[in-house]
T-cell receptor
């Protein structure tokens, strides 16, 4: 089965460090989504891309978060500098006009 | 603000019973609706989607849509302990593929 691949699976780092999360969407999917999930807020959409172009990043704190899609097989989400409140599970999902979204396994991020 | 509302639960049902999960949405123009299942510590997994009014069945799962009432439901027949999870309702926001998720309903199936 085709899958969305996310790396790393787990990341523990100290406050102030840069964090980079990567996502490989399902081949043929042209839309990539980044979500953050916490117990308090549930599943929040941070940003999404279509055909590698950013469509909406209104859910993302602009001062420290950035999302890019350098090519069709790679999406990245960066946090710099990281803060303890960024601790969460970050999911990438991909889809298309004809395929609903499928999620990767997530990156569990802990900022100490 | 487009919203999707679900009861957070937990919803507890005995094994073999029918579990009924409900979802309401605010945007009357919404056309596509999805149910995801999320086990604790895992990622959301798509289990059903529905576009037309009425019922759609897939195995033990039935999705029901009533656009006039802005209501979507998921029925799980012959519930099993392995169905214990959080069920997320999602509504397609625009043709770009953006989904609006509800907060999820936690289902517990007791043996």
């Amino acid at each position: 089965d085709a899958r969305v691949t996310q790396t790393p699976r787990d990341k523990v780092t100290e406050m102030g460090q840069e964090v980079t999360m990567r996502c490989q969407p399902i081949l043929g999917h042209n839309t990539v989504f980044w979500y953050r999930q916490t117990m308090m807020q549930g599943l929040e959409l941070l940003a999404y891309f279509r055909n590698r172009a950013p469509l909406d990043d209104s859910g993302m704190p602009k001062d420290r978060f950035s999302a890019e899609m350098p090519d069709a097989t790679l999406a990245t989400l960066k946090i710099q500098p990281s803060e303890p409140r960024d601790s969460a599970v970050y999911f990438c999902a991909s889809g298309s006009s004809y395929q609903p979204q499928h999620f990767g396994d997530g990156t569990r991020l802990s900022i100490l | 603000q487009k919203e999707v509302e679900q009861n957070s639960g937990p919803l507890s049902v005995p094994e073999g019973a029918i579990a009924s999960l409900n979802c309401t949405y605010s945007d009357r123009g919404s056309q596509s609706f999805f149910w995801y299942r999320q086990y604790s510590g895992k990622s959301p997994e798509l289990i059903m989607f529905i576009y037309s009014n009425g019922d759609k069945e897939d195995g033990r799962f039935t999705a029901q849509l009533n656009k006039a009432s802005q209501y979507v439901s998921l029925l799980i027949r012959d519930s099993q302990p392995s169905d214990s999870a959080t069920y997320l309702c999602a509504v397609l926001y625009n043709q770009g593929g953006k989904l609006i998720f509800g907060q999820g309903t936690e289902l517990s199936v007791k043996p």
